[in-house]
Structure formats: C-alpha cells, structure tokens
C-alpha cells in the first residue's frame, strides 16, 4: 500500500434515534473501497444496540501528506477489577502528567455519559490537564480523530503480536492505531479510554511517556457508558492545530511497538518513575 498514490479515507459512523453507536476508520487503496465499505457496515450492524442509521465518507487522500508513525509499545497490567484498575489507571495518568483533579473528572463523565443529554459522546473529550476543565466546542459530539490505519504489513505483525498477549479482538489493534495518532498530536499529554460496548470492560491508558497501558477491567460488565478523554497542555496549547492534527492529519502505523507481557501493576509504575528519573537527571 505504502507506494501508491490513489490512498482512500473511508469512515463510518452509526446511530440509533441520533444517538452514536459506533465509528470506525481505514486509509485503503482505490480497489478495496468496495470491500472495506462493506466490511465496515457489517460491523457497524454487528453491535449489541443494532444502528438505524449508517454513514459512509469515502475521500481521497493526498499520498503525500501522509506520515507515518510506529505504534506506542503495548502492556497488560494485571488488576483484577473495576477498583484496582480506575485506581492504577489514575496513578499512570499521573505519571504521564494529569492532575488527580483531571482523572477523577474525566472518570467520572465517562461513567455517567459525558455529553449534556447524559449519552455516549461521538467522539472525544479534550480536557485540560491539569484543571479538567473541558475545552471542546461541542461537547455532544466532542473531536473524533480521524484519518488513521495500518499499512497491511505492519497489522499483520501488530494483530501476530497482540494474538501472542491473547489480545486477539479487530478492536484492540484499531484503539492502539487511534491511541498513537494521539499520543503524538501537539499539546498532547495523556488519553484515557474505556469502550462503550457493554460486553467490553477492558480500556487503556496512552501517552509517548507511558506507552499504551492497557486494563482488563475499566467498567463493569453490561455497562453501555464509554468514552475517551484527551488532556493537554493547556498552557502551551494552540486548538486549532490540535484539532486539524486529530481530525484531518493522515497517519500510517508502519511499525509495531514493543508488545510485553502483563504485568504487576506497582511493578510498571516503578519502571515508569525510574524512567522518568533517569531521564530527568541526563
Ligand atoms: P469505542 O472504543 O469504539 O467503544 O469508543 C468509546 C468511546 O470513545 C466512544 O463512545 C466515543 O466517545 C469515543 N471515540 C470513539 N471513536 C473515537 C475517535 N475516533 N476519536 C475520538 N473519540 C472516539
């Protein structure tokens, strides 16, 4: 895919009674829009709250604008549930640079439904890293990011990887694609995510200083409330440049990151702050 010029951004979006369902994403060469556009109502009918509405864009892309990236390395912490894993997830989104004050708000709009009418949000929170007061327009839809996928090769490798950590679900490679297009958006600090597909409790935490951080357990089972808090540098932060990066910049994956095995959650934490300290003193 990676030399031809006839590049693709196919995006999908689902709801019910106006409501999100699901969004997905893919950058395909001219002679798979047919397919991918199929495969990708399929999924979108393939939910538990089933769409009465589907939205297909099909743009071209200019080749080469494209950047590419390789995806944030990839960990398991072992914790064993709800609890333990809202707790560790706040404690690495300290360690990437969000107040306690900015997790504590995100978790808790993220449970309870983060747009004003109580829903699921189309697309992201952006909030302030250390305040968490929220800074997107629109606070129903939020800013999706958009424009993001795999080169063939390097999906095969990531979804050969991720298989190894038994993370063998379409869903987990496409966050990480969406988690590093994000971890790499200027003024960005952190990500915090948990789906809002109800049979889905797993969720992450990303950011360059952490890698993507991933949590069995972010929500309980058969909860439809999900969603994704981007916290930036407020300070240093230029918006709209955030947001055309997020929404309209073209990123290819084309290497995978290092995928490790689970691990002791205090374990990680330690790693993390000898990291930061060793770099803090070079
Ligand atoms: P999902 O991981 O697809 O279950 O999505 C969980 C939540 O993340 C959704 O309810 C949205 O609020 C948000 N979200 C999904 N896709 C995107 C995206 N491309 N950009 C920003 N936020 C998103």
């Known amino acids: 895919m990676n030399d031809r010029n006839d590049l693709y951004s196919i995006r999908m979006r689902a709801s019910f009674r106006k409501r999100h369902v699901s969004g997905s994403e893919r950058i395909i060469t001219q002679d798979r829009i047919d397919a991918t556009v199929r495969d990708l109502v399929v999924r979108a009918r393939d939910r ?53 004050q900015a997790v504590a708000s995100a978790m808790e709009q993220i449970n309870t439904g983060a747009s004003p009418s109580g829903a ?27 424009r993001f996928d795999w080169t063939d090769d390097a999906f095969q490798s990531a979804m050969q990887q991720l298989g190894g950590m038994g993370l063998t679900h379409h869903r987990t490679a496409e966050a990480l694609a969406l988690a590093t297009k ?24 990303a950011s360059l200083t952490t890698g993507y951080v991933r949590f069995p357990f972010l929500k309980q089972q058969g909860d439809a409330h999900g969603g994704r808090a981007f916290f930036v540098d407020h300070g ?22 290092i995928c490790s095995p689970a691990m002791d959650a205090l374990a990680f934490l330690d790693r993390i702050l000898s990291c930061l300290n060793r770099n803090s003193y070079n």
Do not use: F, Q
């Open 120 to 146: 699921n949000m189309r697309g992201a929170m952006i909030m302030d890293a250390v305040t968490g007061e929220r800074l997107e327009r629109d606070h129903e839809r939020g800013i999706r990011s958009s």
């Open 182 to 205: 994000v971890a790499y958006a200027p003024g960005m600090v952190a990500e915090l995510c948990w789906s809002d597909e109800p049979d889905y409790t797993a969720g992450y935490v």
């Open 48 to 100: 538990a709250n089933e769409p009465d509405r589907i939205i297909v864009s099909v743009d071209p892309l200019d080749a080469s604008s494209l950047r590419y990236l390789t995806s944030l390395d990839v960990i398991t912490l072992k914790t064993s549930d709800l609890c333990s894993g809202r707790e560790y997830a706040a404690r690495v989104l300290k360690l990437a640079g969000v107040s306690e």
């Open 236 to 257: 240093n932060l230029d918006l709209t440049a955030l947001i055309r990066y997020l929404e309209t910049e073209a990123i290819l994956i084309n290497a995978v990151g």
